[in-house]
């Protein structure tokens, strides 16, 4: 796919999605360059922007304390256009977290995370739960591994795939009460998920599109894409 994006300095206007990249893995890069739209802001967390870079791409921003970046790298990204924001390494949020803020601080309605899982454990759990942050329920915010995309419902929300998908709902916060699900294969009306608990895990997306309903509590949304049957029969 040619790259039609501007490789130089960046126009300064802000979109309302944002797409962030962390120093985590990077399950599918194809994809994920496929999700890059030309209106979209791209945040690189730190290491984050090795990823950007692999893809062709710069960031707008590169914030962090680029401890994961050489000096060389900044001062080239600074030079194609991309504001550079450094941290002391002695603070009080990760990386990705500055990243998250900083986009809704300029007003993003809809946030991509690319590259926030990888080997290490409690990066992985901390950033899952970034989305669970009372600060960050402003926006819409996911996580996007491979052909998984996970994200926290409080209140209504609309799940979006393919039938067949795989959908696990795990309560984040205390038992999450009034569950009220349309469109899965296991319904639940009004139900409770208690935390600790794997009765939503694995159901299933009868269409493209499901609605959940969580009145109390916070409840991780885990959508996992199933294979593409037709290309491997084709393969």
């Known amino acids: 796919m040619t790259d039609t994006r501007p490789q130089g300095v960046f126009v300064s206007t802000i979109s309302a999605r944002t797409i962030i990249f962390a120093n985590g893995l990077l399950a599918d890069p194809a994809a994920a360059r496929a999700a890059i739209g030309p ?4 945040i690189a967390a730190d290491g984050g922007l090795h990823h950007l870079r692999a893809l062709g791409l710069w960031p707008h921003v590169l914030i962090g304390d680029l401890d994961s ?13 991309a504001q550079v924001r450094r941290f002391s390494p002695r603070k009080d949020q990760t990386d990705l977290e500055l990243a998250v803020r900083l986009a809704l601080d300029e007003g993003a309605q809809d946030v991509l995370i690319f590259g926030a ?5 409690d990066q992985t759990l901390a950033n ?14 996911r996580l996007v591994d491979g052909a998984q995309v996970i994200t926290v419902i409080q209140g ?3 799940i979006e795939g393919q039938p067949g998908d795989t959908v696990s709902l795990i309560s984040l916060q205390s038992d999450a009460g009034g569950v009220t699900t349309d469109g899965l294969e296991y319904p639940l009306q009004r139900g409770r998920l208690a935390f600790g608990s794997t009765l939503g895990v694995s159901n299933v997306l009868l269409g493209r599109a499901a609605t959940v309903t969580v009145e109390e509590g916070l409840v991780a949304c885990i959508v996992i894409g199933r294979p593409n049957t037709d290309k491997e029969r084709k393969a």
């Open 39 to 42: 209106g979209d802001r791209l």
């Open 69 to 81: 970046v050489t000096p060389d790298e900044a001062a080239e990204a600074q030079a194609a256009g």
């Open 117 to 121: 899982l990888g080997a290490r454990w």
């Open 128 to 141: 899952l739960l970034l989305l669970a942050h009372p600060d960050f329920r402003v926006a819409r915010i």
């Open 156 to 158: 209504r929300s609309v």
